[in-house]
């Protein structure tokens, strides 16, 4: 699977992966921020932006392996710290689990490790055949706006919640019912989390109703090597809806790892 991507093109590398039914998009704040001082590189997952929508169910395995792939694609051999959010969460977990020796540190941002309960799993099988049938994910997506975004967000911010609708409603539906029947037959991770030794970073949002604080501090306590970050003012999408506090933590988490920045230019 060849993925489209964004990508800084620095030294230290920092891969980001985004939630459904998003895009590498929701990541332009790190991109511009971050991006110059690390080689950030933010791929669209199979399904979503400007990558391919095959058929049949995007598993969290494969969408992992399509990472690799571009990495290798990339000739980075070296580890990298991987940062995913909510579906890129998982992802991400599938990753480092599976191929540890290409992770260096790890942020997990408003995402969990257990899997779907069988309601749950239910729920986005009924979810994918209406948007397949619809031919539209849109009646989806505007039930998720709620739950994706946090009230200040909504009520102080609504030009991002609209910039992020656009996104997702870009998403194919063979894209969407992918991704769904991907996350709903999902491994649960919560096991081998205690295996996970790097640096770990997870961050949430305050306002977050789908991975909330108190999901993301159990997260943290069952990994060797973590630590939590509450972003404020922010839903389940912290890293958009609050870039400044998120960039922060992330630079800082960097800073820890004692890994290499690009020097700022002194003014000329």
């Not at 598993?59 to 990495?71: G, I, P, W």
């Not at 505007?142 to 009230?151: D, S």
């Not at 996970?196 to 060797?224: K, M, N, Q, W, Y």
Request: include cysteine; proline fraction near 7%.
């Amino acid at each position: 699977m060849r993925l489209a991507y964004s990508d800084t093109r620095h030294a230290s590398i920092l891969v980001l992966l985004h939630g459904f039914p998003l895009s590498r998009e929701m990541w332009v704040e790190q991109l511009a921020s971050i991006g110059p001082l690390y080689r950030v590189i933010a791929p669209d997952l199979r399904g979503h932006g400007q990558s391919e929508s095959p058929s049949g169910a995007y598993t969290m395995e494969e969408m992992a392996d399509d990472v690799v792939e571009l990495l290798d694609r990339l000739e980075i051999k070296q580890p990298i710290v991987l940062g995913g959010l909510s579906m890129g969460g998982y992802v991400a977990l599938s990753l480092v689990v599976r191929y540890p020796q290409r992770v260096r540190g790890l942020i997990l941002c408003d995402t969990r490790a257990a899997a779907d309960t069988p309601e749950a799993a239910k729920g986005r099988e009924e979810t994918a055949r209406h948007v397949l049938q619809a031919g539209s994910g849109r009646s989806m997506i505007e039930t998720m706006v709620p739950r994706l975004f946090g009230k200040t967000t909504r009520e102080k911010h609504p030009q991002r919640v609209e910039v992020m609708l656009a996104v997702m409603e870009r998403t194919s539906p063979q894209g969407i019912a992918g991704a769904l029947r991907g996350m709903a037959i999902r491994t649960d991770r919560r096991g081998d989390l205690k295996r996970i030794t790097v640096p770990t970073l997870v961050l949430v949002g305050e306002e977050d109703v789908i991975s909330p604080p108190a999901e993301a501090r159990e997260l943290a306590a069952s990994i060797p090597n973590a630590r939590l970050e509450i972003i404020p003012a922010a839903g389940h999408l912290a890293p958009y809806e609050n870039p400044a506090a998120t960039n922060d933590a992330i630079v800082r988490y960097l800073h820890h790892l004692d890994w290499p920045a690009i020097p700022l230019r002194a003014p000329s």
